[in-house]
T-cell receptor
Framework: LAKTTQPISMDSYEGQEVNITCSHN???????ITWYQQFPSQGPRFIIQ???TKVTNEVASLFIPADRKSSTLSLPRVSLSDTAVYYC????????????FGAGTRLFVKA | EPEVTQTPSHQVTQMGQEVILRCVPI?????FYWYRQILGQKVEFLVS????????KSEIFDDQFSVERPDGSNFTLKIRSTKLEDSAMYFC?????????????FGPGTRLTVT
């Protein structure tokens, strides 16, 4: 599974759109990009997964360019409750037997 | 909404003691995982379990660790002789085989404190 690199932390204000970029230069053909969110003292929670182009759900959008060497998680109009750690992972589409979390991006949303 | 449950929420044990952490995955899920997270650090994969056997394990998952699905509903992690460095949050996760994505459902975790 490809290694992913993300910024360590980001700050934002309520109501703003937040874009978190993840680089994965060595992504394999079978790898998908999956994002999880983790609040303090809780387990991670799945947000979104994509292979290329754009995926959108009720929580976020995921943009993956054609070369798939990077991806961007977009959170529209963040609120204080979006303060969390966001993890970008390379995974097999339907999951595999080993999931590697990186250090994640600590997003802090201010009022 | 179905959820993964874990017990106990907090376990305090003395070094050298055995501990068993318990998880009840979502009922129709077939893939099970254990992770740990040392305070302030990233989530680390320990082991995955499918079809009643270990599918994959990390270098952390040494002979001191074992997993079991004793009765078709519980999924347990045993640490035979705990060390101070085993102090961490332990998360159980499960996933359905019919999923169209790698959506693992995580439990609330068990905080293990080894003194």
């Amino acid at each position: 599974l490809a290694k992913t690199t993300q910024p360590i932390s980001m700050d934002s204000y309520e109501g703003q759109e937040v874009n978190i970029t993840c680089s994965h230069n060595n992504i394999a053909t079978n790898d998908y990009i999956t994002w999880y969110q983790q609040f303090p003292s809780q387990g991670p929670r799945f947000i979104i997964q994509g292979y290329k182009t754009k995926v959108t759900n009720e929580v976020a959008s995921l943009f993956i360019p054609a070369d798939r060497k990077s991806s961007t998680l977009s959170l529209p109009r963040v609120s204080l409750s979006d303060t969390a750690v966001y993890y970008c992972l390379a995974t097999l589409r339907t999951g595999g037997f080993k999931t590697i979390f990186g250090a994640g991006t600590r997003l802090f949303v201010k009022a | 909404e179905p959820e993964v449950t874990q017990t106990p929420s907090h376990q305090v044990t003395q070094m050298g003691q055995e501990v068993i952490l318990r998880c009840v995955p979502i009922s129709n899920h077939l893939y099970f995982y254990w992770y740990r997270q040392i305070l302030g650090q990233k989530v680390e994969f320990l082991v995955s379990f499918y079809n009643n056997e270990i599918s994959e394990k990390s270098e952390i998952f040494d002979d001191q660790f074992s997993v079991e699905r004793p009765d078709g509903s519980n999924f347990t992690l045993k640490i035979r002789s705990t060390k101070l460095e085993d102090s961490a949050m332990y998360f159980c996760a499960s996933r359905t085989s019919g999923s169209k994505s790698d959506e693992q459902y995580f439990g609330p975790g068990t905080r293990l404190t080894v003194t």
